[in-house]
Each structure stands twice: as structure tokens, then as C-alpha cells.
């Protein structure tokens, strides 16, 4: 192995997207890049395989114009071996080819079996769901976010096997984007085993990008035979630049050992009831608790109490959440409010005048789906008219449960647009409690947050907690929700076929 270190300029629009000084990459190694959203990890990435736009960005790598890099024998030989996975699919997949059709286009011809790999990605193989999804044509909707992740990632995988088939000797760069983001720790755990099992055999560069920190106990646990060949990284922002700095995989096992969960008192009768049931979109969603699938009448949530929705990817979890705050209908479902019981037939109006922002509230998982771009920070808090928010030193006493105390000054009158990914995310998980509502529903709070940013979010979410407020949680951060929910008060949800008429 052979590490290389970049200096990684880019810029667009005359404004300094990255600027980082010293990025290993090890060949031969596996090097996870962890970082909260919108600092630069992508781009680095992109800048790293060559296939930055040079119209939209101005780059330098080592000093040098980005094009002599890109063009250069050692990256574009590295290119062509290798192969691209894109954190949002549709960027790769073509709206006017089957799936099918693209499982096996272009170099991926050369594979013996171009289907083998997705296979393997998806739940009863060939005989599953996969077939189903081999004559679409994909589109923003069908299949899910899960469903193209794995597609894509097939991809990569059959260009590993050919490459390994054919014994060649050039080895690529593999780039992996924030891969798992839609999958669930099942779907999850399974790519990274068949991520592994091919390194093994063939020790390819591979970058893999991810929020997912618990990564690093499955792979600790699982594929600690190979933990010479793994490098652990975070970019971080400092003094507006982002930095990469080694991230020590024993602090995070540490303090997810640490984690516990704190049961909820129950006696007292439910804020939240959602009876099993639900029927929307052509499906029937019902709700189960772990351990072997106990059938339960209704998932509720109580007073104090954090309550954690779970399923893979695309089941209806956020669909769930819009129904229950009113943002979604369904042709059947019953719901029970502080006492009021509600249903497909209760006017909509109900949910405006007397729900939102009085009785419950949501953080969605995309703040940008909350935030004004153009609002700043500071009328972004101010917008909901609470009287702790008033004043400079009170939207900076909100704002500092969540961000560090010398960026406050600044982030107050920056506008949203202006804001990294993780900085939206923990701006709309302030806005959503800020307005002190009974309960609170959670949709991904963790997603594009770094390390310390996490911490910090459950830390609040206790706070929270503490004041008596009901938190509705759903996560695909399994490896520390698992930790921090009382067994008593996880739910899973499924989604089957209505019955023949």
C-alpha cells in the first residue's frame, strides 16, 4: 500500500467550496470519509476520480489546473478501471433504458452473469423483487431510493468481478457516496459484507462516503480480519475551510458503549395513538414489535416517552408521519390525539387550526422541504413568534445548544441557502422544538450530521424528554437508536397487498 496526499481547491461561482490541505488516499485501501453534509466530502470525491464539470467548478489539485490532474495516465487509468456510485442514483441511471437494460451496458457487457451481483443486494435473490424491477424504466418515484442505491451499487460490484475475472492488472478507484443512505442496517450490512468479500480477492482504491458512524462497529465487528487495509477519516469545518483530520474508530465504539436507554413512564394514557391498518397507495401498512414480529393493535406514544419507527427502505415510515400531521391522506386510517379520534373522513382543517404547532410538530428529514433559502437564520427563529426567541442573546442562547459558541456571530445573519447541509439539518431540528409542542415528530434527525453534532442532538432530545415532550422517531440509525430506545417502545412497520375482493 501507498498513501498519496492531495491539496484540493475548488470553487465555483467565484466562492471557495473546498480548500483542503493533505487528503490521504491509501491504494489498496478501504477510506471511509465521514462529515456532516454540504462540506465538500462529495466533491472530494468527485475531484479524486476525475469527473468534476469544469463549467460549473474551477479546481486545483496539488497546485496544478484540475484538467492536467483529471487527464493525467495514473487518474485516468484509475477511472477507467473503476467505477462512480452517485449519492442520488437518478444522477447515473437513465430514464430511457430499462433497469435491465443498464445492469449490463457499456463495459458491464463483459460480465459472465450482469445481473449476479444485484442478486446479491436484494432480499431472495434472483427469485425476489429484483425481477420485477428489470422492465422499468426509472423515474423520480419507482423504484424507491433503496431500490436504485442497490442497482447502482450492483453496478460496482460487477465492475469489481469482471476486473477480477480478467485478471487485470491496472487497479481502479471506487467511489461510494453515501451508498446506504436509504437502506436499512440489514440492507446496509449486506453491501458491506459483498463490499468486503471482493476486496478480499482483489485490493482496489476505494473511497466510500457516508454519514453512518455505525458503520464502524459492524465493520469492527464483523471484518476486523482486514482492519490494516481500513483508514477512518472526518472533514470537519474550520475557520470557514473544511479539514480532514484521522478519526479514531475507538472513540465513536466508546461512546455508543456508553449509550443508554431511559424507559418511559407509560401509566398515564397516550398522547399519540396510530392503530394499525392504514390503507394508502395500494398498500396495507401494520404495525409489529421486535422479536419476532409480535402483531401490535396500534403503535402509541405517551408523554415522555421516545418512540422508534422502524422498516427498510421505501415501506412508508415518512408516510406514516405525514398522515398522522396531517400533510398526507389515506384512503382508510385512525388516529387518536390527546383524546380526539380522527380518520380519513376528519376535515383538514382540523389539523391547521388546531394541531400544527400547538400540539405536534415535524422536523423533516430534508430541511431544505422547511427552510426559507432566502430567510436568514435569524428570521428563521423569529418567524415563530416564542418568547424565548427574542432578542440577539436569545437566538444565540437557541442556536448554541447546537452549534459552537465562536461560529454564533455569524450564523445568525447568514442566510439559509448559505448554510452547509448539517448546519440546515440542526437549524430545522432547533425550529421544530423551539415551538414546544407535546409532541414532536422526527423524521432522520441524525441524517448529515458529523460525530459531534450527533452527540450534541440527543443530548437535546433528552432535554427534551425530561420536560415531559413526546418524541415520534424514525432512523435508519439503527446501531445507536437500538441503544437508546427502551425495547418496550420500538415499533416495526410493514407494508402487504390489501386482500383480493
Known sequence: MSRTRYDIRIAASGRVLVDTHGFPLETGAVTFLFGESGIGKS???KALYGILDPAEFTAEVNGEPYALYRDSPAAAAARSAGFFVFQEPSTHLNPLATLGQQLGEGTLRRAA?????AAELFPGGSQGSLPRLLPVYPGPHRPSGGEKQRLLVSMAFTRMDIALAAGESARGLYVFDEPTGSLDREARDRFLDRLFARFRLRHETILLVTHDYGMIAYVRSRHRDMESRFRFLELTLSGGSARTREFDPGRFLSWLAAQRHEPAETARPPLLRVESGISVYGKILAF???GGGRAAPA????????VYMKAGSGVGKTTVAKIVIGLEQASRFRIEIEGVRLGEVSPRRYWRRRLWGRTMTMAFQHADEALNPKASVAATLRILSRPSLRGRDALRASLGRLFDADELDALIDKKVWQLSGGQKQRLNLLRALALETPLVILDEPLSALDFESIDRVLGLL??????????????HNEDIFDRLVSPASIYLLSSSEPPAS
Open 462 to 475: 433528552r432535554e427534551v424528554r425530561a420536560r415531559g415532550r413526546a418524541i415520534l422517531l424514525i432512523s
Open 288 to 290: 409489529s414489535r421486535p
Open 113 to 117: 452473469d450482469p445481473l449476479a451481483a
Open 299 to 306: 403503535l402509541e406514544v405517551h408523554p415522555g416517552e421516545l
Open 43 to 45: 466533491l472530494i470525491g
